[in-house]
């Protein structure tokens, strides 16, 4: 199994520009979260998905969109990105947030950055 | 507000060494994951901790939860350069609803020197 597959592994975006972050899991997981991880401020959580239709905000949401069409596929979009938005993103998925203790699975990561 | 304090944030030992690193909140989880990060990686799953002052042992590595569920420790044995990379705890919080919520810490960056 593949797991959690990030596409891309790399981007340099201009300010301003726009562009989604794609994010596959083939494990028929329920829950779908992006995050941002910046030096000295661990893992903070952007949007999150409970199921196929919804989404929810968490953490740090300003300047995402996000929506989750189907079980599989949760896409980050940057509406117009800024230099405060040079980071990290990992994406991860969990079987069911209903349960105690399930465990997070992350793809490798997009490293983005804005000029 | 950091919900977890992790610390330290950065340890530099000798291949050999034990050491210990910690994970505290004022808030009460229902669980407490430990994840390991190696560059380039996302995190991975060490370790779930459920019960108060519960002990899992994985090989070396030693995780404990405290009886009050609000914090925890990791404590590795006889480190090895393997062992490198970045740590980071993670707590459940019950949400409502039906659905926890995962929330991280800021991690402690582990260097083990051959």
């Known amino acids: 199994n593949a797991g959690v597959t990030q596409t891309p592994k790399f981007q340099v975006l201009k300010t301003g520009q726009s562009m989604t972050l794609q994010c596959a899991q083939d494990m028929n997981h329920e829950y779908m979260s992006w995050y941002r991880q910046d030096p000295g401020m661990g893992l903070r959580l952007i949007h999150y998905?409970?199921?196929?239709?919804?989404?929810d905000q968490g953490e740090v949401p300003n300047g995402y969109n996000v929506s989750r069409s189907t079980t599989e596929d949760f896409p980050l979009r940057l509406l117009s990105a800024a230099p405060s938005q040079t980071s990290v993103y990992f994406c991860?998925?969990?079987?069911?947030?209903?349960?105690?203790?399930?465990?997070?699975?992350f793809g490798q990561g997009t490293r983005l950055t804005v000029v | 507000t950091q919900l977890l304090e992790q610390s330290p944030q950065f340890l530099s030992i000798q291949e050999g060494e034990n050491l210990t690193v910690y994970c505290n909140s004022s808030?009460?989880?229902?669980?407490l994951q430990w994840y390991r990060q190696e560059p380039g990686e996302g995190p991975v799953l060490l370790v779930t901790?459920?019960?108060?002052?519960e002990v899992k042992k994985l090989k070396r590595l030693t995780f404990q939860f405290g009886d009050a569920r609000k914090d925890s420790s990791l404590h590795i044995t006889a480190a090895q350069p393997g062992d490198t990379g970045l740590y980071l705890c993670?707590?459940?919080?019950?949400?409502?609803?039906?659905?926890?919520?995962?929330?991280f810490g800021k991690g402690t960056k582990l260097s083990v020197i051959p």
């Open positions: 998905s409970v199921g196929a239709g919804i989404t």
């Open positions: 808030s009460v989880f229902s669980s």
């Open positions: 901790v459920v019960t108060g002052g």
């Open positions: 993670a707590g459940q919080l019950y949400s409502g609803a039906g659905s926890y919520q995962l929330t």
């Open positions: 991860a998925s969990s079987y069911s947030v209903a349960l105690l203790g399930t465990e997070a699975f």
